[in-house]
C-alpha cells in the first residue's frame, strides 16, 4: 500500500474531486495531523481544528529495522504536506509506551520499536511547533471523546479488548496520567486474588479474565481465540457459553469497580472482541446493573468504540490543538 | 465537652497566652475556618491560609435531633468569630455523602443527617462568601495533602480502613470527582468474583476483605474486632495470622490495582485499624511490591496517615483556600 489515502467518505471524495469555485480561489485549508505510531504500520489523520476529517492514511513499516517507524512517519508528514499544498498547522502523536513528564517523547517502552524511548518528536521531524506526545490508549480515549462513540462526556472510561485488556480514563474532563504516565491501565486489575499473575504481575486481572492471550487456559485448551469462543457460543454450545459468561461476568464487575473508582457516566469498549456486538454487550450491560452502585437512574452507559483503528490518531490531532506549544509541559 | 478547643500544641498554646507585643499591637490575624461533619460530632480548625493551625474544635451533637448537626455548626462558627475577634475570611465544609455538582452542598446522602441533602451552607450561614461542600474522604485525602503525609504530592491516593473501606485519588495534582462526586469509593472495588455482595452491591469488595464490617465472617466467628484479630496474630495465633495476612494480601492487591488505574506515588492508610502499625504496614508493603508494576525503582510509598480525626477539617480549609468563592461551581 504505497499510495495509503483511506476511507475517505463519499462526501470527502466528492469534496476532494470537486472543489467548489469558491473553495479553489481560497488558500488551502489548514489541517492538523494526528499520528498514531502502532506495532507495525502508522495511522494518521489530516483533521480541521473542529474536527473535520480531510484525509487518513494507513503506512506501514517494518518493525525489525531500525527507526523503519520513524522515517516512515517523516516521510508521511512530507507527503501529506506536499498533498495539502502546506505544512500541518500543528501535528500531535500517540504511541505504545508511557509518555515522558513533560509530554515530549515516550519515556518507557521495554523491548520493541528501539529508538522510540527519548526520541523528541519536533526535533526529529524539525517542526516549528512542539509535538505533544501520548501513550497509545490515552489517544484512543481523547479520540472517542472528541468525535467519537463519548462525545461531549466529560467523564470517561475506555476499555480495549484484544490479546491483551487496555485502558484509559478522563475524569471532570482531564485525561488521568498520573505520576509516570501509566494511569489508565485497566485491565491490571485484580479480580481473583489467587488467580495466575499477568505481564504486570498482577493476580487474576481483567486482562486475564477476558484478554485473547488466556483464551486456551479459560477454555481448558477448546479455543484458540474469542472469536471462535463466541462463535460456539452463540451457536449454542453450552460449555462455550460458560466460559464466555464468565468472562464477560468479570468485565462487568470490573466496570462496576471503575464506576466506583472514577465514577464515569460511560464505558467505551472498543478492540477486536467489542465486534461481537450483542453477544459481548447484552450480557455486559446485564451483569453491570447487578453490581453498581447506580447515583443516578439508568447507570453507567456501556457502548462500542466508533473509531475504530483510527482512534488514536483522532485523539494524538486533539491533544495537539487542546495543548498550549509554548508551555513547559505538552500535558494537560 | 462544652467547651471544646483541643489538642492545640504548647507552642500554639503560647502563643495563644502570651501574645507578644508586637503581635497585640496588630489586627487579629485573619483565619480560614474548616468543618468537617461527622456522625455525631463536628471537628472545625481554624487555620492561616499558609496551614498554621490556630485552633482545633470538637463538638459533639444529637444525630437524633433534627438539624442538631447543622444548629451546632452555627453556633460554633460564631463562636469561633468571637474568640477570634472577627468572622472567618472563608469558610469549607465537608460531610458524608456525595457533594453536588456546583460544590455547594450534599446531593446525596440516603438515611442518615435529615436535613442534610440540599442544605446551602453560605445561606444557612449568612457568610457573604460562598461556602465549597466536600465528601469527607475527599476532604480527609486535601488534607493530608495540604498539611499531612502527602505533602508535595500530586498523585495520591488514600485508603481508610474502619468498620467499611473508605478512599479518595488525587491525579495530576487533581482531586477526582467524577460525574456524581463518587469518584474513589476505593473500598468498593471487586476483588473476589464470587465473594459476597458488599453495601454497594459489589461481590468480594476490598471492603468485605479487610473492613471491620466483615470481621465475624473472616475469622469464622472468632473475632468481634480487627483490633482483636490483630492483637492474636501479634501474640502468635497461627489461625489469627492467616486470616490477618489474607486481607493484608487483599488490600494490597488492590493498592495495586489503583496504582495501575490512578498511578498514584503515595497511598495514605488512614482509619482505626491503620494504628496497628507495623502489623499492617510490613506485610502490606511487602505485598505490594509483589504485585505492583513499578515504573520508578522505589515503587509507590505507603505510609500512615498524619491528621487523624483532624484530616476533613484541614481539608476543608484548604478546599475554601483553593475555589474561587465568585465562581459558578465550587468544584476544581
Same mark, same amino acid.
Given at each position: $500500500?504505497?499510495?495509503?489515502?483511506? %476511507?475517505? %467518505?463519499?462526501?470527502?471524495?466528492?469534496?476532494?474531486?470537486?472543489?467548489?469555485?469558491?473553495?479553489?480561489?481560497?488558500?488551502?485549508?489548514?489541517?492538523?495531523?494526528?499520528?498514531?505510531?502502532?506495532?507495525?504500520?502508522?495511522?494518521?489523520?489530516?483533521?480541521?481544528? %473542529?474536527?473535520? =476529517?480531510?484525509?487518513?492514511?494507513?503506512?506501514?513499516?517494518?518493525?525489525?529495522?531500525? $527507526?523503519d517507524?520513524?522515517?516512515?512517519?517523516?516521510? !508521511?508528514?512530507?507527503?501529506?504536506g506536499?498533498?495539502?499544498?502546506?505544512?500541518?498547522?500543528? +501535528?500531535?502523536?500517540?504511541?505504545?509506551?508511557?509518555?515522558?513528564?513533560?509530554?515530549?517523547?515516550?519515556?518507557? $517502552?521495554?523491548?520493541?520499536?528501539?529508538?522510540?524511548?527519548g526520541?523528541?518528536?519536533?526535533?526529529?521531524?524539525?517542526?516549528?511547533?512542539?509535538?505533544?506526545?501520548?501513550?497509545?490508549?490515552? =489517544?484512543? !480515549?481523547?479520540g472517542?471523546?472528541?468525535?467519537?462513540?463519548?462525545?461531549?462526556?466529560?467523564?470517561?472510561?475506555m476499555?480495549? !479488548?484484544?490479546?491483551?485488556?487496555?485502558?484509559?480514563?478522563?475524569?471532570?474532563?482531564?485525561?488521568l496520567?498520573g505520576r509516570?504516565?501509566?494511569?489508565?491501565?485497566?485491565?491490571?486489575?485484580?479480580l481473583d486474588?489467587?488467580g495466575?499473575?499477568?505481564v504486570?504481575?498482577?493476580?487474576?486481572?481483567?486482562? $486475564? =479474565?477476558?484478554?485473547?492471550?488466556?483464551?486456551?487456559?479459560?477454555?481448558?485448551?477448546?479455543?484458540?481465540?474469542t472469536?471462535?469462543?463466541?462463535?460456539?457460543?452463540?451457536?449454542?454450545d453450552?460449555?462455550?457459553?460458560?466460559?464466555? /459468561?464468565?468472562?464477560?461476568?468479570? /468485565?462487568?464487575?470490573?466496570?462496576? %469497580?471503575?464506576?466506583?473508582?472514577l465514577?464515569?457516566?460511560?464505558?467505551? +469498549?472498543?478492540?477486536?472482541?467489542?465486534? =461481537?456486538?450483542a453477544? /459481548?454487550?447484552?450480557?455486559?450491560?446485564?451483569?453491570?446493573?447487578?453490581?453498581?452502585?447506580?447515583?443516578?437512574?439508568?447507570?453507567?452507559k456501556?457502548?462500542?468504540?466508533? /473509531?475504530?483503528?483510527?482512534?488514536?490518531?483522532?485523539?494524538?490531532?486533539?491533544?495537539?490543538?487542546?495543548i498550549?506549544?509554548?508551555?513547559?509541559?505538552?500535558k494537560?
Open positions: $500500500m504505497r499510495k495509503s489515502e483511506v %476511507s475517505r %467518505s463519499a462526501k470527502e471524495e466528492r469534496a476532494a474531486s470537486c472543489p467548489s469555485p469558491r473553495a479553489s480561489r481560497l488558500a488551502p485549508r489548514a489541517y492538523v495531523l494526528g499520528i498514531d505510531l502502532g506495532g507495525s504500520s502508522v495511522k494518521a489523520v489530516a483533521v480541521t481544528p %473542529s474536527g473535520r =476529517a480531510l484525509a487518513r492514511f494507513n503506512e506501514p513499516f517494518d518493525p525489525k529495522r531500525r $527507526m517507524f520513524a522515517e516512515t512517519i517523516r516521510r !508521511l508528514v512530507r507527503r501529506v506536499a498533498e495539502r499544498g502546506q505544512p500541518a498547522q500543528r +501535528i500531535g502523536l500517540s504511541a505504545p509506551g508511557l509518555a515522558a513528564k513533560d509530554g515530549r517523547s515516550i519515556a518507557f $517502552m521495554p523491548g520493541r520499536l528501539r529508538g522510540l524511548v526520541l523528541i518528536w519536533s526535533e526529529f521531524l524539525r517542526t516549528p511547533s512542539a509535538i505533544p506526545v501520548l501513550n497509545d490508549a490515552h =489517544a484512543a !480515549l481523547l472517542e471523546v472528541w468525535q467519537g462513540a463519548a462525545r461531549r462526556c466529560e467523564n470517561v472510561i476499555i480495549t !479488548l484484544g490479546t491483551g485488556v487496555g485502558g484509559a480514563a478522563m475524569v471532570d474532563g482531564r485525561l496520567q509516570s504516565g501509566k494511569a489508565g491501565h485497566l485491565g491490571h486489575t485484580c486474588l489467587d495466575p499473575p499477568d504486570c504481575h498482577m493476580p487474576g486481572s481483567l486482562e $486475564m =479474565a477476558i484478554g485473547n492471550c488466556s483464551i486456551r487456559e479459560r477454555s481448558a485448551g477448546r479455543f484458540e481465540t472469536h471462535d469462543l463466541i462463535a460456539a457460543h452463540v451457536a449454542g453450552e460449555e462455550a457459553t460458560r466460559v464466555w /459468561l464468565k468472562s464477560v461476568k468479570a /468485565l462487568a464487575s470490573a466496570i462496576g %469497580s471503575f464506576s466506583n473508582i465514577d464515569p457516566e460511560i464505558a467505551v +469498549i472498543g478492540g477486536g472482541i467489542a465486534r =461481537a456486538g453477544a /459481548l454487550f447484552e450480557p455486559l450491560v446485564r451483569s453491570v446493573r447487578e453490581v453498581e452502585w447506580k447515583t443516578n437512574p439508568s447507570g453507567i456501556i457502548v462500542p468504540a466508533e /473509531l475504530g483503528e483510527f482512534a488514536g490518531a483522532f485523539g494524538a490531532a486533539w491533544n495537539a490543538i487542546r498550549d506549544p509554548t508551555s513547559d509541559s505538552l494537560r
